[in-house]
T-cell receptor, first 112, second 116 residues
Framework: DQQVKQNSPSLSVQEGRISILNCDYTNSMFDYFLWYKKYPAEGPTFLISISSIKDKNEDGRFTVFLNKSAKHLSLHIVPSQPGDSAVYFCAASARNTDKLIFGTGTRLQVFP | GAGVSQSPSNKVTEKGKDVELRCDPISGHTALYWYRQSLGQGLEFLIYFQGNSAPDKSGLPSDRFSAERTGGSVSTLTIQRTQQEDSAVYLC??????????????FGPGTRLTVT
């Protein structure tokens, strides 16, 4: 039972364009959402988060959008850079628990 | 300062042997988490420590898996009688405390376990 789903295993985007990574969740108790970025042979690193009381959070080139009614969030990266090439994991948590539930990840490749 | 460290970085073991994986969290972080990532899968939660106690062991896949944490710092994950399906990257993460900021977990590089 996959509570957090990233249905696109990979995405390829040209440098300078927008990258949009999507994530869907099923548990309505989730109230905090995060995006992590992972390079090969390294642990995931925190990128950006959003609380369920918001529908948008922006940090530089990265913006996360949350649509609670659709149980959907997305990460926008603009402009995309080759260094953004990595695997991106969506994660969610409910306030009454202390663990993150991760999606299966989307591999982003940004080409020149 | 130093991040989360894990050892060994790679471990190859024969089926049926026991293995111990070690995690050194960021100094001062009271919460510690173990996850594993199997090939083609997302990160699977295993166990969580707050201090030395483990309030949530719900993710441990079987009784062959156990973990402990001593002194509120280092943690070891032990897998007894390893099976081939245990092959995965085992990731450790730590966070400051059990609060909203704890959701921002800091991960180590992982231990790649291969059971032959």
């Amino acid at each position: 039972d996959q509570q957090v789903k990233q249905n696109s295993p990979s995405l390829s985007v040209q440098e300078g364009r927008i990258s949009i990574l999507n994530c869907d969740y099923t548990n309505s108790m989730f109230d905090y959402f995060l995006w992590y970025k992972k390079y090969p042979a390294e642990g995931p690193t925190f990128l950006i988060s959003i609380s369920s009381i918001k529908d948008k959070n922006e940090d530089g080139r990265f913006t996360v959008f949350l649509n609670k009614s659709a149980k959907h969030l997305s990460l926008h990266i603009v402009p995309s850079q080759p260094g953004d090439s990595a695997v991106y994991f969506c994660a969610a948590s409910a306030r009454n628990t202390d663990k993150l539930i991760f999606g299966t990840g989307t591999r982003l490749q940004v080409f020149p | 300062g130093a991040g989360v460290s894990q050892s060994p970085s790679n471990k190859v073991t024969e089926k049926g042997k026991d293995v111990e994986l070690r995690c050194d969290p960021i100094s001062g972080h009271t919460a510690l988490y173990w996850y594993r990532q199997s090939l083609g899968q997302g990160l699977e939660f295993l166990i969580y420590f707050q201090g030395n106690s483990a309030p949530d062991k719900s993710g441990l896949p079987s009784d062959r898996f156990s973990a402990e944490r001593t002194g509120g710092s280092v943690s070891t994950l032990t897998i007894q009688r390893t099976q081939q399906e245990d092959s995965a990257v085992y990731l450790c993460a730590s966070s400051l405390d059990v609060s909203e900021s704890s959701y921002e977990q800091y991960f180590g590089p992982g231990t790649r376990l291969t059971v032959t």
